[in-house]
């Protein structure tokens, strides 16, 4: 999983680095708040950033309200990073989009803790968005059904996409997931096998 570090001091980058590449993740590292902007814009997107909330270009807090304004169905996990501690920053830094906010000096397995939580977060956010597709992909399956349909008065075929005559239980079977057992209702047990059986036992 790629994480965004978005961070101007370059020891502080570094530690960042190696601790998340040490718990497996693969970091993707930027000293300016523009570039990360950037970063944070593409589709292919890391969909967690840690950001400090100092830095040149765009601030932490500029990041995560920008991040924000856009339309996603699956937003980025942002952690701000900083030495502000007062309760008015913290509140700040929330309202603005972060989903986190750690306090340098951090302790690292803090740190991993609260990563960990974005991941999930992150991985949730996929799920639904994959379900989302499954369901809207259905939806579009059952309209399809909705629509009007010729169909034969004679052997009550019916005529498909593709124009071409097919059984009613062919076409259903293609536009969703109903399953079909076939019986014999009364009217036709009496005018089809009823006749049939009188002549065996006659």
Not at 145 to 174: A, F, H, T
């Amino acid at each position: 999983m790629k994480i965004l570090i978005a961070e101007d001091d370059l020891t502080s980058q570094l530690i960042l680095k190696a601790n998340l590449t040490h718990a497996g993740y693969e970091p993707v590292v930027t000293g300016d708040g523009r570039a990360a902007y950037e970063l944070l814009i593409k589709p292919d997107a890391p969909k967690l950033a840690i950001l400090d909330w100092m830095m040149p270009g765009l601030d932490g807090v500029e990041i995560c309200r920008k991040v924000r304004e856009l339309k996603s169905d699956q937003p980025a996990y942002l952690i701000l990073l900083t030495v502000r501690t007062h309760k008015d920053d913290i509140i700040r830094g929330l309202q603005a989009g972060a989903n986190d906010y750690i306090v340098k000096p951090y302790d690292v397995d803090e740190l991993d803790v609260r990563i960990g939580v974005g991941r999930r977060v992150v991985e949730l956010q996929a799920s639904l968005a994959g379900r989302i597709i499954e369901l809207q992909d259905a939806l579009a399956q059952i309209k399809s059904l909705r629509g009007l349909l010729p169909i034969c008065m004679y052997c009550k075929k019916i005529r498909n996409d593709k124009q071409y005559w097919q059984q009613v239980e062919g076409y259903i079977s293609e536009h969703s997931e109903a399953q079909f057992s076939h019986g014999i209702c009364p009217d036709c047990l009496k005018t089809y096998i009823q006749p049939e059986l009188d002549k065996i036992t006659k």
